[in-house]
């Protein structure tokens, strides 16, 4: 079945220890998002990818890093410059960016990521 | 920003109708407006979206105001799974970013 995939679901990191998120999709979509998600709280932007080889910040990029290498995977790096990375945290793809319907947004099922 | 606004929580009775609103008063002319909830500790999922023409689709039905700058998502009956935390957003022509504000969390009461 075509979808987004997460992993790991659940992630224990000790302080000054960067960690790496993934988030693999089937869809052949172009555009890849990176939210996270603090308790009570709406989503916030981290970066953004439309395509292969770029990707843009959101608005809350500090002390998080993207690569986007091939089309299928987006995977996020919380490195230890990020003060509060305790959250839950979201990818999205989308067909289709820039100017004309993005399509639906699709989601994974998040990664809980708790520092210790 | 968010450039939407919508109410931090909302009520309602089980099959009853639910109306939730949403101001999007700097839309543009090009900008889709989507609707999206959001169950616990999962990722949103796809309701429903609309450009100009109110919509119906099996989940919901949308209703644009004529000048766009509100909307207002309808559940025709609602149900104890429809209890969860509803977005409203626009895709934003003028640049790449998909902005999700907080968002209302809607109970249902049975």
């Known amino acids: 079945d075509g979808g987004i995939t997460q992993s790991p679901k659940y992630l224990f990191r000790k302080e000054g220890q960067n960690v790496t998120l993934s988030c693999e999709q089937n869809l052949n979509h172009d555009a890849m998002y990176w939210y996270r998600q603090d308790p009570g709280q709406g989503l916030r932007l981290i970066y953004y990818?439309?395509?292969?080889?770029?990707?843009q910040k959101g608005d809350i990029a500090e002390g998080y890093s993207v690569s986007r290498e091939k089309k299928e995977s987006f995977p996020l790096t919380v490195t230890s410059a990020q003060k509060n990375p305790t959250a839950f945290y979201l990818c999205?793809?989308?067909?289709?960016?820039?100017?004309?319907?993005?399509?639906?947004?699709?989601f994974g099922e998040g990664s809980r990521l708790t520092v210790l | 920003d968010a450039k939407t606004t919508q109410p931090n929580s909302m009520e309602s009775n089980e099959e009853e109708p639910v109306h939730l609103p949403c101001n999007h008063s700097?839309?543009?002319?090009?900008?889709?407006i989507h609707w999206y909830r959001q169950l616990p500790s999962q990722g949103p999922e796809y309701v429903i979206h609309?450009?100009?023409s109110n919509v119906n689709n099996r989940m919901a039905s949308l209703a644009i105001a004529e000048d766009r700058k509100s909307s207002t998502l309808i559940l025709h009956r609602a149900t104890l799974r429809d209890a969860a935390v509803y977005y409203c957003?626009?895709?934003?022509?003028?640049?790449?970013?998909?902005?999700f504000g907080k968002g209302t969390r809607l109970h249902i009461l049975p």
């Open positions: 990818s439309q395509i292969v080889n770029d990707f």
């Open positions: 999205a793809s989308s067909p289709s960016t820039s100017g004309v319907f993005i399509g639906e947004l699709f």
């Open positions: 700097t839309i543009s002319g090009t900008d889709y």
């Open positions: 957003i626009l895709t934003l022509n003028r640049d790449d970013k998909i902005i």
């Open positions: 609309g450009l100009t």
